[in-house]
C-alpha cells in the first residue's frame, strides 16, 4: 500500500518517463514481505534497455525489474540501497522528505 505522496507527484513521475528520462518516485509503503522497510523508490524508464543499463552502476539486475503493461516498469528500491543509490544521484530531497538518512 502506498501513501504519502500526491496524485500530483505520480503524474510528474509518468511525465518524467514518457519524455525518455529515468524518474525517481519515493513514498511511504507497507508490504507485509518487507516489514523492516516504510519506504520504496521506484525509479522507472520507458526504454527498459537504458533502465537496465542505468540499474547495472548499482549491480541492479534487469530481472528485478518490475514490468508493467502501462508502461512505467521500474526497479524498487529499498533499505540501505535506496538510501545509497538516493545519495549518489544526488537526491537529497527523497532523503530528508522521507527520514531516510542513516541513523
Do not use: P
Not at 534497455?49 to 549491480?59: K, N, R, S, V
Not at 508502461?71 to 540501505?80: I, K, R
Request: proline fraction near 0%; aromatic fraction near 12%.
Amino acid at each position: 500500500m502506498a501513501f504519502g505522496i500526491k496524485k500530483e507527484e505520480v503524474k510528474q513521475w509518468k511525465q518524467s518517463i514518457d519524455n525518455g528520462e529515468i524518474a525517481f518516485l519515493t513514498h511511504y509503503w507497507l508490504d507485509d514481505r518487507f516489514k523492516a522497510c516504510n519506504t520504496v523508490t521506484k525509479v522507472g524508464a520507458l526504454n527498459l534497455d537504458q533502465l537496465a543499463e542505468w540499474g547495472a552502476q548499482y549491480e541492479l539486475k534487469k530481472e528485478w525489474i518490475h514490468h508493467r503493461q502501462d508502461g512505467y516498469s521500474h526497479f524498487d528500491l529499498l533499505g540501505e540501497r535506496q538510501l545509497k543509490i538516493l545519495q549518489k544521484e544526488g537526491l537529497e530531497d527523497h532523503i530528508n522528505r522521507f527520514n531516510l538518512q542513516e541513523k
